[in-house]
């Protein structure tokens, strides 16, 4: 009877072992399947990257494409160190950069908000999205660079036009996915907080903003680079300092290269705040788990 109990745990051992290495090694399997899918895409943004530039770079030597009018990537290097250290007519680069930082930041922040607190009291209202509904569309039908001149003739040429059309921009964006966030919250649940009597503030705390979060945060990650197109065309309409209007003094001056580098430098910011946008989502949204779409994502 001994002899048969300990012949059973062995093997029970044995075999608990044997699933402990399987899973070990199917762990590891997966880590290294998931490097070795980030080093080809990596691999391939890189190739690509050469490819463009390179053949960007041959075209223009061989004069296949005239540099006059295209730019060329060495002389668009050149450029952008000698704005760096020599700065612009209107004041350092370093300056003008700043700038539009600062007006995409600030519409960035007040679009967004606008966006948020609209999108949330709309989409639980259907009184007021029936009466607001039209005019919205209609305020959204504007040509923008139409807003951007309206604001500059209200406000003149500083940072407020800039700030409110970037706002202007965002607000659309984040508007209309906290409106349909709202709208898409499971009804069965809202009505089970009601009746274990949650308050209209518990309910949009706890159930409607959580909800709508997804919402929101995706929306963000587009909402940033339209506060930077904002800025740019309030500053290319009428501007003191700022890379909008660096751009247009280049356009003017029959400078592709600088326009490619001040486009250069607003790639690296909106990437800059991308990064910054995903760390926020991953902050907020830790309570979430990850869809299948996701799993796959870098």
Do not use: C
């Amino acid at each position: 009877m001994s002899t048969a109990s300990t012949a059973a745990s062995v093997s029970t051992r044995d075999g608990g072992k044997s699933a402990g290495g399987g899973k070990s090694s199917g762990a590891a399997a997966a880590q290294r399947a998931a490097r070795r899918r980030v080093a080809s895409v990596w691999a391939g943004r890189v190739g690509l990257a050469v490819f463009v530039i390179g053949g960007w770079q041959a075209f223009t030597t061989w004069g296949i494409v005239d540099p006059f009018f295209f730019g060329q990537p060495s002389g668009i290097w050149k450029r952008l160190l000698d704005l760096f250290e020599h700065g612009t007519q209107f004041g350092s680069f370093y300056a003008n950069i700043w700038t539009t930082i600062q007006e995409a930041l600030a519409g960035f922040v007040v679009g967004a908000l606008a966006g948020v607190v609209f999108g949330i009291v709309l989409g639980q209202s259907r009184y007021l999205s029936d009466v607001l509904g039209p005019y919205i569309k209609m305020v959204n039908a504007i040509p923008r660079i139409v807003l951007g001149s309206i604001f500059i003739v209200a406000f003149g040429i500083g940072v407020t036009p800039k700030i409110l059309l970037a706002a202007v921009l965002v607000f659309f964006i984040v508007f209309f996915n906290a409106f349909q966030g709202v709208r898409e919250v499971d009804r069965n649940v809202l009505a089970n907080v009601r009746v274990l009597g949650a308050s209209r503030l518990q309910i949009n705390r706890h159930v409607i903003v959580p909800s709508a979060l997804t919402w929101i945060i995706a929306s963000l990650h587009s909402a940033f680079g339209f506060a930077i197109v904002g800025a740019l065309v309030g500053e290319v309409l009428g501007a003191q300092s700022g890379l909008g209007l660096v751009i247009k003094t280049a356009q003017n001056n029959f400078d592709p290269n600088g326009v490619f580098a001040s486009m250069l430098v607003i790639s690296v910011i909106v990437f800059g705040a991308e990064w910054l946008i995903g760390k926020l989502e991953h902050r907020l949204l830790s309570w979430r788990p990850p869809a299948p779409s996701e799993t796959n994502v870098l």
